[in-house]
T-cell receptor, first 116, second 112 residues
Framework: GAGVSQTPSNKVTEKGKYVELRCDPI?????LYWYRQSLGQGPEFLIY????????DSGLPNDRFFAVRPEGSVSTLKIQRTERGDSAVYLC??????????????FGPGTRLTVL | QKEVEQNSGPLSVPEGAIASLNCTYS??????FFWYRQYSGKSPELIMS????GDKEDGRFTAQLNKASQYVSLLIRDSQPSDSATYLC????????????FGTGTRLAVRP
């Protein structure tokens, strides 16, 4: 079946602009996660949705970052007043409960954000 | 101390050898452990998950977990050049909503 999809695949913007990044999870997955990955680093957690609500937004770096998931499926990560330090690959993952108690997350292809 | 630590490598092994990748974690309440493979320019791909002490095998891959030592490893048998990638170790605990905490990854190079 279809995996997690993310659009756009690449986004170049200028410092100070607003951007929206979209994630479409695997059908039937109720949990959705946003991470960002800088070069040479592992992905860093940003926010997690269970259904429509943000269950954990402790990873959002500041109030310029916001995410929504209004119907419990597609999610949008919004970044206001972008800064050069926001440049990274933004990854979305969705999950289901596998055998036992383990919950496995599957990642989309990512959106490479470049802030000039 | 980082929450999840991995040797950045590169780890170089000849084709057909066993590659051994290691990861330590600091949070004792971590419950689930994952290995992701990431090719250059691509997103992480889940290859193994484990939550019980001991070994878990899937094809050429074996994950080993030792909670007492806070150590998880990945063995790749009969390594192939196509296994050359960065391997990311990730941990989660249910009380933190299953968010994953990643190490920085170990780069594996399998030479023909």
């Amino acid at each position: 079946g279809a995996g997690v999809s993310q659009t756009p695949s690449n986004k170049v913007t200028e410092k100070g602009k607003y951007v929206e990044l979209r994630c479409d999870p695997i059908s039937g997955h109720t949990a959705l996660y946003w991470y960002r990955q800088s070069l040479g680093q592992g992905p860093e957690f940003l926010i997690y949705f269970q259904g429509t609500g943000a269950a954990d937004d402790s990873g959002l770096p500041n109030d310029r970052f916001f995410a929504v998931r209004p119907e419990g499926s597609v999610s949008t990560l919004k970044i206001q007043r972008t800064e050069r330090g926001d440049s990274a690959v933004y990854l979305c993952a969705s999950s289901f409960r596998a055998s036992g108690s383990i919950i496995e997350q599957f990642f989309g292809p990512g959106t490479r954000l470049t802030v000039l | 101390q980082k929450e999840v630590e991995q040797n950045s490598g590169p780890l170089s092994v000849p084709e057909g050898a066993i590659a051994s990748l290691n990861c330590t974690y600091s949070d004792r309440v971590s419950q689930s452990f994952f290995w992701y493979r990431q090719y250059s320019g691509k997103s992480p791909e889940l290859i193994m998950s484990i939550y019980s002490n001991g070994d878990k095998e899937d094809g050429r891959f074996t994950a080993q977990l030792n909670k007492a030592s806070q150590y998880v490893s990945l063995l790749i048998r009969d390594s192939q050049p196509s296994d050359s990638a960065t391997y990311l170790c990730a941990v989660s605990r249910e009380s933190s909503g299953d968010k994953l905490t990643f190490g920085t990854g170990t780069r594996l190079a399998v030479r023909p």
